[in-house]
C-alpha cells in the first residue's frame, strides 16, 4: 500500500498518456545543449510514481517543450501522474496547471510531449511534481525551466 503525502484536489486540465515497467535511477537534473533533463525520483516524493523529462524552450515561440516518460512502479488501482505547474513572479500565482497521467495502474509505463505557451501565459518558472491520479502529489518539485 502508498503511503499518502497530502491530498490535492484535481487540477483542471488534464490529459492521457497512453502507456505499458522500469525503475528509476538516482535523482538527476542537468543541462545539456540546451536541453534540460529532470526525474522525479527525489526525496518527498509519491512512492510507486516516477517521470523523466526532457525539456526545451523555444525562445523564438515562446513555448517550453516537454517530454514526458511515465512509470507506475506499483501493481494497484492508483495510476501514477505527473503535475506539471507555471508560476508568475509579478502576479504570484500559478497561470499553469496540467496533470499527465500512465493510462495502465499495474506497472505501466508511457510517453508523451507538451507544449507550455509560457510567453503568452507569462510564466516565470516551471516545475514537476510526480503523484497519484486525483489523489497526492509529493512536497517537493524540480524546477525544469525559469526565466533568467
Known sequence: MRK?????PA?????L???AGAAPAGAYMY???GYTFADTSYAGNVPGSYFKTTSRY???QGYLYIGLTGYDQICDQQQAAI???GWDVQTAEWRY???LWVANPCKGQGAGTIAVPVRALGVDAVVVADGLRNLTYGRNTVR?????
Not at 11 to 15: K, S
Open 4 to 8: 499518502l503525502i497530502a491530498t490535492v
Open 144 to 148: 525544469i525551466w525559469y526565466q533568467r
Open 83 to 85: 503535475r506539471i505547474r
Open 97 to 99: 496547471n496540467n496533470i
Open 11 to 15: 487540477a483542471a486540465l488534464t490529459t
Open 17 to 19: 498518456l497512453t502507456f
Open 31 to 33: 543541462i545539456r545543449n
Open 58 to 60: 523555444d525562445a523564438k
